[in-house]
């Protein structure tokens, strides 16, 4: 769904009126029936009395155009730009175009071709694609560059209420982002699908979808378009999960960085399939290949823009260090008692009888310590 009516924006820092933007939507899609000549007067005053307003004052409230985008009643197909259109991206196209959704894309590299054959409409050009007035931008950039690619867009191109979704991995940076950069005109949604191309390549059925409502406007429209975004998720079988953005990174380093970190330390062992694989074995090697076809730079942003993650990557170090330290002990024991029997057998004692290694753990579920050489009889 588009709009056909020019939009001017309240945003703009020199005052002016972008006349490629007013003109686009006249070009670029299907014109309306023509008017009979009195009401095309009346329609061209109209717009010229709205222009001249704009003009005058550019923060002033557009009413004609809020007014008519509250009486727009919001279609259940979105038409959804997606902003990074690389592995994530496309990824996400794929769904959003099976259920009907109108989808453009723009990213750094041209992406033209795959993009046809996915059936999303290509723009090289960021103006191009604001001037098609998407109800969603949906930002699908790597963490490192999103306020690089964000501050680029043209936002004054853009209808005026449209929709801000990211699917960061990282979502308080995200919604900070968001909330500082963004007119507040638009509405915000910060969302996390917990799964990838990988994991989700089969089917979305019973996996986790994050999103956390930052910024939507009370009015039907606003409210209307939110729900039918989610509502693309949903209906491909996520499990919908509403939580605040703080929250989802607790959980997220907790979890998905942790699972992130062992794959690629796995990963660098090199490990191979064996002739005798277990089961766990076998997952272990499907994390490896999970998270090994995901970027560095994915991984590089789960640990950089999560304030939590430096404290879970210490915890793995500590983990990693306390269970070496009780298999050394263990070891230092078992040496130990070794020791002492070799040293007893050369002074003459009497081994040990090999029943007593059999004794029953103490309190502290350690091996009681060998009777006393005086025990043995
Ligand atoms: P990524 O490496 O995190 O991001 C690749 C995307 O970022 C591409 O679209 C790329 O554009 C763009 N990009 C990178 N550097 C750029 C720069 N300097 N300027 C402009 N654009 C730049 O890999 P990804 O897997 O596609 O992930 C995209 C987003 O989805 C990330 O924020 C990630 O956290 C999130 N996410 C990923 C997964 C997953 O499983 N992969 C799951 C959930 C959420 P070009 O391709 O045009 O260079």
């Known amino acids: 769904m588009h709009s056909i009516y020019p939009t001017i924006s309240r945003f703009s820092n020199n005052h002016s009126i972008h006349l490629r933007r007013y003109n686009r939507p006249f070009l670029s899609h ?3 029936p023509p008017l009979p000549p009195r009401l ?24 004609y155009e809020s007014k008519i985008s509250d009486r727009i009643t919001i279609s259940k197909t979105l038409k959804i730009a997606i902003v990074g259109f690389g592995n994530f991206g496309q990824f996400l196209a794929k769904t959003l175009v099976r259920q009907g959704h109108t989808i453009l894309a723009h990213s750094r590299t041209d992406y033209s071709d795959i993009a ?36 680029s867009l043209p936002l004054e191109r853009l209808k005026r209420s449209t929709l801000f979704v990211d699917v960061l991995s990282v979502k308080e940076f995200a919604k900070e982002l968001f909330l500082r950069i963004l007119p507040s005109d638009f509405d915000i949604l910060c969302t996390h699908p917990m799964f990838g191309p990988e994991s989700g390549k089969h089917s979305w059925e019973g996996l986790p979808f994050m999103y956390d409502k930052v910024r939507i406007g009370s009015n039907e429209s606003s409210v209307l378009r939110c729900e039918n975004f989610l509502e693309a998720f949903s209906k491909a079988g996520c499990i919908m999960k509403e939580m605040t953005c703080d929250e989802h990174d607790q959980y997220a380093a907790g979890s998905q960085f942790i699972t992130h970190t062992v794959g690629r330390i796995l990963e660098k062992l090199d490990l191979g399939s064996t002739p005798i694989n277990t089961k766990g074995y076998e997952r272990l090697l499907d994390l490896v ?21 430096m404290q879970q990557l210490e915890r793995l170090e500590l983990a990693f260090e306390s269970l070496k330290k009780e298999l050394s002990d263990q070891l230092h024991e078992v040496m130990k008692k070794q020791l002492f029997q070799t040293k007893d057998r050369h002074l003459g ?28 009889i």
């Open 30 to 32: 299907p014109l309306p």
């Open 40 to 63: 095309r007067t009346t329609k061209l005053l109209r717009l010229l009395c709205t222009i001249g307003t704009s003009a005058i004052n550019t923060t002033q409230p557009f009413t």
């Open 116 to 151: 046809a054959d996915i059936g999303v409409s290509y723009y090289n050009n960021a103006d191009d694609l604001s001037e098609e007035h998407p109800d969603v931008i949906l930002l699908c950039t790597s963490v490192l560059s999103t306020e690089k690619v964000l501050r």
């Open 289 to 309: 290949e999970n998270t090994s076809s995901d970027s560095f730079e994915l991984y590089y942003g789960l640990f950089m823009y999560n304030k939590n993650a």
């Open 349 to 376: 004692v009497l081994q040990e009888p090999r029943a007593l290694l059999k004794l029953p753990t103490n309190g502290n579920g350690h091996a009681l310590p060998p009777r006393s050489t005086s025990d043995i």
